[in-house]
Antibody, heavy 120, light 110 residues
Framework: QVQLVQSGAEVKKPGASVKVSCKAS????????VTWVRQAPGQGLEWMGW????????NYAQKFQGRVTMTTDTSTSTAYMELRSLRSDDTAVYYC?????????????WGQGTLVTVSS | QSVLTQPPSVSAAPGRKVTISCSGS????????VSWYQHLPGTAPKLLIY???KRPSGIPDRFSGSKSGTSATLGITGLQTGDEADYYC???????????FGTGTKVTVL
């Protein structure tokens, strides 16, 4: 069965970076992309961007351009999301999700979420 | 800064029906498929509806979706206490080249 398993919670200081991992199993990793979505406390879902696991092409939300890097390691079927220059409003639960090939807004499978807390 | 607008909350008694609207524009809902997600606190979002009105396997037919023009609607019939959650619409926005989610709607079972 398809599974996306994310790394554990992180606590970071303002200005630091965080790198969250998402290990996929149960399907051919390179046949799909990986999307990252976050939810800050009391806020809604926010799409951060997408990476193709086939060729590494990325599409980042304008809000995160220059501050986020998404990568994949096809040898371990793992996707990574690194966010730099962290601020307190980056405190959120970060999810990876597998988008459908046919519709980039259709996410059939999700990781369990990773809480990132930014605090001095 | 969601591109899709939903009512903040809806409520109804057990067994009744609720509908949740999702309003967008021609650059998103008007020309792209809409998905709907159920999000319970502390869990990952769950896909309820895709391609405007299709249900993934395992999703009961109490959940339905529709789209007309630049708006979409999620319906939940036979409301149960387990349906208490936040619900989000989502679609591709061709102008932004990004996925947009709705503002989210909290469903309360009275």
């Amino acid at each position: 069965q398809v599974q996306l398993v994310q790394s554990g919670a992180e606590v970071k200081k303002p200005g630091a970076s965080v790198k969250v991992s998402c290990k996929a199993s149960g399907y051919t990793f390179t046949n799909y992309g990986v999307t990252w979505v976050r939810q800050a406390p009391g806020q809604g879902l926010e799409w951060m961007g997408w990476i193709s696991a086939y060729n590494g092409n990325t599409n980042y939300a304008q809000k995160f351009q220059g501050r986020v890097t998404m990568t994949t390691d096809t040898s371990t079927s793992t996707a990574y999301m690194e966010l730099r220059s962290l601020r307190s409003d980056d405190t959120a639960v970060y999810y990876c999700a597998r988008p459908s090939v046919a519709d980039r807004s259709r996410f059939d499978y999700w990781g369990q979420g990773t809480l990132v807390t930014v605090s001095s | 800064q969601s591109v899709l607008t939903q009512p903040p909350s809806v409520s109804a008694a057990p067994g009744r029906k609720v509908t949740i609207s999702c309003s967008g524009s021609s650059s998103n809902i008007g020309n792209n498929f809409v998905s709907w997600y159920q999000h319970l606190p502390g869990t990952a979002p769950k896909l309820l509806i895709y391609d405007n009105s299709k249900r993934p396997s395992g999703i009961p037919d109490r959940f339905s979706g529709s789209k007309s023009g630049t708006s979409a609607t999620l319906g939940i019939t036979g409301l149960q206490t387990g349906d208490e959650a936040d619900y989000y619409c989502g679609t591709w926005d061709s102008s932004l080249s990004a996925v947009g989610f709705g503002t989210g709607t909290k469903v309360t079972v009275l």
